[in-house]
C-alpha cells in the first residue's frame, strides 16, 4: 500500500483548494464553510493532510480511537421494563433467542420477584444492565447471578435520585468491581442539550463518582470500575461520533491524572441509546432510517453497547411488535450482513472528522472547567445555572424547528398522507428538564 501511493505525487493545500474552487463553477466558496449557531462550530467541509498534526492508532493513550485493538464487537442491548414478572421474563427469553446478547431490565414497581424475571436467563452469557428501586433489589439480583457477576450491572444515578448515596454501595463494590455509578449524558441529550454540553457533564459528574468513591477507600483502578455511561445519540452523524471520541480521549486524561495501574481503567464504558427527539409516531417507517443512522454513528465511534428503545415506547397505542423487533434487528444487521464489528474506528483519520473531535473537545473540556470551577453538579446552584444553560440550547432548536430550519420527513415536511392515529405519552422528564421532542411541538402548533 505504501508503495501505490508513491505513484503520485503529492499535492500542496493550495493546489487543492484551488482545484475545489474550480469545481464549484463559480459557486461561492464559503459554501463549504459551515455555521452551526446551536453548537456554536465553525469548520469546514474541506481539510488537507497538513492540518493534520496527531496520528493515533486503536489501543493507545488518549484512546480517542478506543481501548479495542482487535474487532469493534459490541452488545446488542434489548430494552426490558419489569412491571410483570412473568412477562418481563417472557419477553428476556424472547429477545434473547431473537438475536440480543445484552439485556437493560428497568424496575417499573416495587418488591419484585427477581427470580422469576430472571428464570432460564444465563447471565454468564449476557451483558446485563439493571435499573433497579433498592439495595434490595441488587441484593437480591447479586444473589442469583452470583456466579457471574462481572456481566452483571447497575445504573443508579446519584445525581437525579436522592434516595440513594454512593456511600451505600462501596461495601458491595469494593472487593469486587462493578458498574453501578451512572452517568447519564442520555438525559441532557434528549432535553435539547449540544454535544459538547452532554461531554462536559458526564465528565464533571463522573469525575466527582471518582472523588467520592476514592474518599471511600477506592484506587483509582477500583473506583473507574464501577462507572458507566450512557450516552444519547442525534442526527448528526458526524457529530455523534466525534462526540463519543471526545468523550474517551477526556475521560482517558482525567484517569490519567490519578496514576492508574492498569490501561483498562482509561476506558469509559459506554452506552449508546437511541431516544425519541426526532421520531415519529404518526409516520413510523420513517424512524427505522433515522434508528439505523444513528445506530451506525454510535458503532463507528466504538460504543460497548446499543440500546435502541422501540420508536413508540411512549405512544398511547403501547409498543408494537414490529417497532421491539426492529430496535433488536438493525444493530444485528448492521454486525452480521454489514459489518459494522470488524473494523475499529474506521473514520479515524478522516481530516474533517478528526477536526470535530477537537473542537467539540476543547468545548468540553471548557465546559467541565466551568462546572468544576463553580461547585460542580451536586451543587445545587451549579446544576441550576447548567439546567439553565440546557433550557437554552433546547429553545433554540425548537424555533429553528418552527422556523423550517430544520425539516424532518413525516414531521414538518413530506406528512404521511396515511398517518398513524397515536399520541405521545409524557417522556420522562430528566433533572426536571422536560424531553425534547419535535413531533409534539408540531401537533401543538397545528393544534
Request: net charge negative; with cysteine; glycine share 6%.
Amino acid at each position: 500500500m505504501n508503495s501505490f501511493f508513491k505513484e503520485f505525487n503529492p499535492v500542496g493545500k493550495e493546489e487543492w483548494i484551488e482545484k475545489i474552487h474550480a469545481d464549484l463553477k463559480g459557486k461561492d466558496p464559503s459554501l463549504l464553510d459551515h455555521h452551526d449557531t446551536i453548537e456554536e462550530l465553525d469548520f469546514s467541509c474541506v481539510y488537507h493532510v497538513s492540518d493534520q498534526t496527531k496520528h493515533e492508532t486503536p489501543g493507545g493513550f488518549p484512546f480517542t480511537r478506543g481501548l479495542k485493538t482487535k474487532l469493534n464487537d459490541w452488545k446488542n442491548t434489548a430494552f426490558v421494563q419489569v412491571m410483570d414478572e412473568k412477562e418481563a421474563n417472557s419477553k428476556i427469553l424472547h429477545f434473547l433467542m431473537s438475536g440480543a446478547d445484552g439485556l437493560w431490565i428497568v424496575a417499573k414497581k416495587e418488591n419484585i420477584n427477581w427470580k422469576v424475571v430472571l428464570n432460564e436467563v444465563q447471565l454468564e452469557h449476557i451483558d446485563a444492565q439493571f435499573s433497579v428501586n433498592s439495595i434490595k433489589d441488587v441484593e437480591a439480583i447479586q444473589e442469583i447471578a452470583s456466579y457471574t457477576s462481572n456481566s452483571v450491572h447497575f445504573n443508579f444515578d446519584f445525581l437525579a435520585n436522592n434516595d440513594f448515596k454512593l456511600s451505600d454501595f462501596v461495601s458491595i463494590y469494593k472487593s469486587n468491581q462493578q458498574r453501578f455509578a451512572l452517568v447519564n449524558g442520555f438525559g441532557i441529550q434528549q432535553s435539547g442539550g449540544t454535544t459538547w454540553q452532554e461531554v462536559g457533564f458526564c465528565l464533571n459528574a463522573g469525575h466527582e463518582y471518582l472523588v467520592q468513591l476514592m474518599d471511600e477507600g477506592l484506587s483509582i483502578d477500583e473506583a473507574s470500575a464501577c462507572i458507566g455511561f450512557h450516552i444519547g445519540i442525534g442526527s448528526n452523524y458526524f457529530y455523534e461520533i466525534a462526540k463519543i471520541r471526545s468523550l474517551r480521549a477526556l475521560w482517558a486524561k482525567i484517569i490519567q491524572a490519578y496514576s492508574p495501574e492498569h490501561k483498562c481503567s482509561h476506558n469509559c464504558s459506554i452506552t449508546a441509546v437511541i431516544g425519541h427527539t426526532n421520531k415519529s409516531l404518526s409516520d413510523p417507517h420513517t424512524n427505522l432510517l433515522r434508528q439505523t443512522t444513528e445506530i451506525m454513528s454510535a458503532l463507528c465511534a466504538g460504543v460497548e453497547n446499543i440500546v435502541t428503545l422501540p420508536h413508540d415506547l411512549y405512544s398511547d397505542q403501547g409498543i408494537t411488535e414490529i417497532s421491539e423487533r426492529m430496535a433488536i434487528n438493525i444493530p444485528l444487521v448492521l454486525k452480521e450482513e454489514s459489518y459494522f464489528d470488524k473494523v475499529i474506528d474506521p473514520l479515524g483519520g478522516s481530516y474533517t472528522l478528526e477536526t470535530l473531535t477537537d473542537m467539540i473537545g476543547q468545548k468540553s473540556w471548557k465546559q467541565f472547567q466551568s462546572l468544576e470551577g463553580s461547585g460542580g453538579l451536586f451543587n445545587i446552584g451549579t446544576l441550576d445555572t447548567f439546567k439553565g444553560e440546557i433550557r437554552s440550547k433546547r429553545s433554540l432548536r425548537e424555533k429553528a424547528f418552527l422556523a423550517g430550519e430544520l425539516l424532518l420527513i413525516g414531521i414538518n415536511n413530506y406528512s404521511n398522507p396515511e398517518p398513524v392515529l397515536s399520541n405521545w405519552l409524557t417522556i420522562p422528564t430528566y433533572l426536571g428538564m422536560d424531553a425534547l421532542n419535535y413531533e409534539r411541538i408540531a401537533k401543538t402548533i397545528s393544534a
